[in-house]
C-alpha cells in the first residue's frame, strides 16, 4: 500500500514533535528536523502496515489546506510504502545452504561461534 499524507512538524525547546493527523496517536519527536522526518516515516509505516495487517479502511489523506496548525507549526508530506517498509524491516529467518572450507568449518567449531550469526553480522557489514 502506498500513499501520501500530510505530517505537522512542530519546534519546541530545541526539539522537532511530528504528528499525522489522518492517523489517530501517530505521533512521535526528534532532536533535529532530519530526525523527526525519519522518526515519523518510521511511525507512519508502521502505523498503516498495522492497519494493513489487519485489513482495515485505510483513511483517506486530507488535502493539506484543511489540515489544522498553529503558528510555527510546519506542515510536510511524507510517502508512505508498507511493501518497501515490511521488506526492509522483515526479520523471520530464511535456510540458505552455504559451504565453507572444512579448515573453517573446525575453527568455528572450536571457537563455539555460530556460522549463522557470523554470516549475518558480515552481510549486514557488507549491505550498510
Not at 501520501?4 to 511530528?18: H, M, S
Not at 515519523?40 to 489544522?68: F, G, H
Request: aromatic fraction near 8%; glycine fraction near 4%.
Amino acid at each position: 500500500m502506498k500513499g501520501t499524507y500530510a505530517a505537522v512538524f512542530t519546534p519546541k525547546n530545541g526539539r522537532y514533535y511530528v504528528r499525522v493527523p489522518d492517523m489517530p496517536g501517530c505521533v512521535t519527536s526528534g532532536d533535529s528536523y532530519e530526525d523527526a522526518f525519519d522518526m515519523v516515516l518510521d511511525a507512519a509505516n508502521l502505523w498503516m502496515t498495522d492497519l494493513v495487517e489487519r485489513k482495515e479502511k485505510i483513511p483517506k489523506a486530507t488535502p493539506m489546506e484543511q489540515i489544522k496548525r498553529e503558528d510555527g507549526d510546519m506542515l510536510m508530506l511524507i510517502q508512505i510504502d508498507t511493501d518497501e517498509y515490511l521488506r526492509k524491516t522483515e526479520s523471520r529467518a530464511v535456510r540458505r545452504s552455504v559451504s565453507i572450507p572444512a579448515w573453517m568449518d573446525m575453527e568455528v567449531q572450536e571457537r563455539g561461534l555460530s556460522l549463522s550469526r557470523v554470516l549475518q553480522d558480515a552481510l549486514k557489514s557488507q549491505l550498510a
